[in-house]
């Protein structure tokens, strides 16, 4: 099961729970928007869910569905909703936030589609983003934004910032300590081990630092 049909079955049951048909609606545009299917299609597959009493969708609108990939973690989906929820947090987390903090995460397109918006003056919402992003970027914020959950704030932004920082870290750090196993290193004789070594020291401090808020 892709994470599409995964993020539509999760927000389901959460949808068809709203008495409220506005409050209804604004949700089935919203996801309709970031997964990049007919608003039409979520509705009826709403409406047809509530009434059969399903907590899954069906397999035609599954099939209007593509895409794949990984759930977003939980340092991910805290930092979307602290950048999302508040502009004032918004504004200091994107003054804090470097290209390298988030590489090899998606949340790295994300930000530079929030960055862009908010530097043009235009409002910051999901459908706005989602348009920006790929599939997969896209696919992660409907997992999330579809939750209820009460506004992140500034200080769990920055504690998930710092998480995401030590993880990108860490993964520099096993990847050197492979290149030193593997002897792939030995291009450059000594000076080149010694240099990975020294390395791996300062990411250990880094790391290390992150941990205790430093």
Known sequence: MNVRVRALNEVLPFLARLDN??????????????L??????????????????????????????????EAPSAAEATLLRALMDATEVRQTLLGELT????????????????????G???????????????????????????QPHPPASLEEGRGCL???????LRREMTDIQKRLE????????????DSLLRRKVDLKRRIEALQQGV
């Open 120 to 146: 043009a003056g235009e409002e910051v919402t999901y459908p706005r983003i989602g348009s920006r992003v790929s599939t997969k970027a896209g696919d992660m914020m409907t997992r999330i934004a579809a």
């Open 99 to 118: 290209e390298e903090d988030l590489e090899g995460s998606w949340m790295g397109e994300v930000v530079g589609a929030i960055r862009d918006l908010a």
């Open 21 to 34: 048909p506005v409050r209804r609606a604004g949700h089935v545009e919203m996801i309709g928007a970031v």
């Open 36 to 69: 990049g299917i007919e608003d039409r299609l979520v509705l009826q597959e709403l409406k047809s869910a509530v009434r059969d009493r399903r907590r899954l969708i069906g397999p035609g609108l599954e099939k209007a569905i593509g895409g794949g990939g």
């Open 162 to 168: 710092s998480a995401l920082r030590a993880g990108r």
């Open 182 to 193: 593997s002897g792939t290193e030995t291009a450059g004789g000594a000076a080149d081990t």
